[in-house]
């Protein structure tokens, strides 16, 4: 388990598409955690495969996608920018209205594997539209490259969070405001769930056969494992003891959970709204959803450097946590 202190803070400018190089003077480390620094609020996170790529999403009114390098913590930002590139695929976004750039808070974000170093990635987004932006991305160059390939609109009164792709097609996203799970494939639209009114979902994964949703319980502070495409609908949970923000499979086949706790009903929404933060403490559990357990790898109590943790992802033998309420740096957390 990492136990964390708190440090001085760390300021980075944003400038031009390059947000930060590896010699960024003020990205110094906090005993053996390391920083890419640069991408604002990089609330998730998601590896590109067979690259030292990560795809970066910044949760912000001004938000946008960008990807870090883990060689040498250098980062670029990939859409929207002044270049944006678009190819519309009618057949499977027929009702989407076109691309927007404007007005793009990128929350949460999950990229299906392809051929040939092309991969879909998929976009939760606020802002001007609630929708799932969808992208293929490029990885065969230097750097990855972003086409933006079509949009799925969401339902009236849906609030999205987390978004993954499923082994059949389509996608499936959760909604907060309403507190359950929604499919989508491009022949039957939007569908709700079973079992999963009132489950009160934040982040999501899928097993890899497709028969089970792996859910982040927010206020129930557990993982909810709810079965896909069965009947009787199946659930079980495993408590973490933090509110859970976003779910990630790790390479053996593990579940990391990561989110944070308050000392207050409330503080998480200053913290967001005002960057009231003190007594926020940021967490990453590893989950096996076989037995349904679950231990703590990773604890830092919010300072300058990680604010609010919102996301993990295993990059190599590190750990990577996200966060929002402006951080400016995605923490590396040694693993071995």
């Known amino acids: 388990m990492r136990v964390r202190t708190l440090g001085s803070s760390c300021l980075v400018a944003l400038c031009g598409l390059v947000l930060a190089g590896p010699a960024a003077a003020q990205c110094e480390p906090d005993g053996d955690t390391r920083f890419v620094c640069g991408p604002i609020s990089p609330e998730d996170l998601a590896v590109v495969p067979e690259t030292p790529w990560v795809v970066v999403a910044s949760w912000e009114d001004d938000g946008y996608l ?54 879909d990635l998929y976009v939760v987004r606020h802002g001007a539209r609630e929708a799932v932006e969808v992208f293929e991305v490029d990885a065969r160059g230097a750097t990855p490259s972003l086409t933006w390939t079509g949009c799925v609109v969401a339902p009236e009164g849906l609030g999205l969070n987390a978004v ?3 082994p059949d097609g389509g996608f499936a996203a959760t909604s907060p405001r309403t507190g359950d799970i929604w499919e989508w494939r491009a022949d039957a639209g939007w569908v709700r769930v079973p079992g999963s ?62 989110g944070h706790t308050a000392p207050t ?72």
């Open 66 to 119: 960008s990807a870090a390098n883990h060689r040498d913590a250098s980062t670029v930002r990939l859409f929207p920018t002044a270049t944006a590139q678009e190819r519309h695929d009618p057949a499977l976004y027929a009702d989407c209205p076109g691309m927007v750039t404007d007005g793009f808070r990128a929350h949460g974000i999950s990229l299906r594997p392809g051929g040939d170093g092309t991969h």
């Open 164 to 166: 993954v792709a499923l």
């Open 197 to 258: 009114e009132d489950i009160g979902p934040n982040g999501l994964e899928v097993s890899a056969d497709g028969r089970w949703f792996l859910v982040a319980g927010y206020a129930s502070q557990s993982v909810i494992k709810l079965s896909r495409g069965q009947t009787p609908v199946r659930q079980e949970r495993v408590a973490v003891g933090f509110n859970i923000d976003n779910v990630h499979w790790a390479p053996d086949g593990t579940l990391l959970a990561a």
């Open 265 to 336: 009903r409330t503080r998480v929404g200053e913290c967001i709204a005002r960057r009231t933060c003190e007594g926020i403490v940021s967490f990453v559990a590893r989950v096996d959803t076989e037995a349904m357990t679950s231990e703590e790898i990773f604890r830092y109590p919010t300072n300058d450097w990680v604010i609010l943790g919102t996301s993990a992802i295993e990059v190599g033998d590190e750990l990577w946590v996200g966060q929002v309420a402006g951080g400016t740096r995605i923490a590396r957390v040694p693993l071995r």
